[in-house]
């Protein structure tokens, strides 16, 4: 998700109201679909930055709400500069780790931890976050170093979810991210996470879709390269605003990625948190725009 302060508050501003949709629940063929719970990540311009002032952790009594309505998976962000203060070989802030994986032992829930930088179940490992105008080689070798890094700590048990370069787009995909079929991983756990967004340049800032098929076409050459390749994706953040033609190409998109299946474990949605407020894509119970317009949209393809 590309987002300024400034692209939240005007693009807040453009929601219109919309009549709820009834969708019936059916059994789904995904393995997970969910949320990404965004706000431990927040005031990156002040590290380590103040508890409840700079940042906050997801709210666990909204996530068991989320989890009572079906989802299952939660992908939640945080900095590792906050995780690893002075240096990158340095120690642990012991409180921010423990706030970090209390989210998951309360719960008992499906989380992927996702390391933001602009630049895992129960509990898997998100590599680097969007990584966007960087070397293509470079993007293949990080990630590879990451994998094999965690691999040599002894964590084998868990996927580990890559993206590409290009804010690891699923429309670029082909375009850019092609040499990352070379990653390797000695327990055969690698995941491609990609992002989609359906407004005009495909950033997330603007709640209204290009097209009531624009879901679908945008996640159609990725589709393509993992089947032609043997590899397996999640769609790691996707979002429209609260409208008839976002909830048309949202239901196109999703029923097109439990059609393929095989290649698509799974979803989750941008984004949900405390702190989002009146933000377009909020999926923050029990009042987030996303959450009241949108969730009977995503309640079919909950697992």
Request: include cysteine; glycine fraction near 8%.
């Amino acid at each position: 998700m590309r987002f300024s302060r400034f692209a939240i508050l005007a693009a807040a501003a453009s929601v219109a109201a919309s009549p709820l949709k009834e969708h019936k629940k059916r059994a789904s063929s995904f393995k997970w679909f969910g949320v990404s719970e965004s706000c431990a990540e927040f005031g990156s311009g002040n590290i380590p930055g103040v508890y409840g002032t700079d940042y906050i952790f997801p709210d666990t009594s909204t996530i068991q709400t989320l989890i009572d309505d079906g989802m299952n998976i939660f992908r939640v962000a945080f900095l590792m500069e906050r995780l690893v203060p002075t240096t990158m070989t340095g120690s642990f802030d012991s409180e921010y780790l423990s706030n970090l994986t209390s989210t998951s032992r309360t719960k008992n829930l499906n989380m992927v931890t996702d390391e933001y930088k602009g630049g895992g179940l129960h509990h898997q490992r998100s590599l680097d976050n969007e990584y966007h105008d960087m070397d293509q080689t470079l993007v293949l070798d990080l990630n590879q170093a990451a994998i094999d890094g965690i691999r040599a700590a002894g964590a084998t048990s868990q996927y580990i979810f890559v993206e590409g370069n290009s804010y690891t787009g699923a429309w670029t995909w082909t375009e850019v991210n092609g040499n990352l079929v070379n990653l390797t991983d000695t327990e055969n756990k690698i995941i491609y996470e990609m992002h989609q967004y359906l407004d005009s340049d495909g950033s997330g800032t603007s709640a209204t879709c290009v097209s009531s098929t624009i879901g679908q076409e945008r996640v159609e050459s990725a589709t393509q390269w993992l089947i032609d390749n043997d590899k397996v994706g999640v769609l790691g953040e996707f979002a429209g605003g609260v409208n008839d033609v976002c909830q048309e190409a949202i239901t196109g998109m999703l029923s097109y990625l439990e059609d393929n299946s095989a290649v698509w474990l799974g979803a989750s949605w941008w984004a949900a948190g405390p702190w989002w407020a009146d933000y377009i894509f909020s999926m923050e119970p029990p009042s987030g725009l996303a959450y009241t317009g949108m969730l009977s949209t995503l309640e079919p393809y909950f697992v």
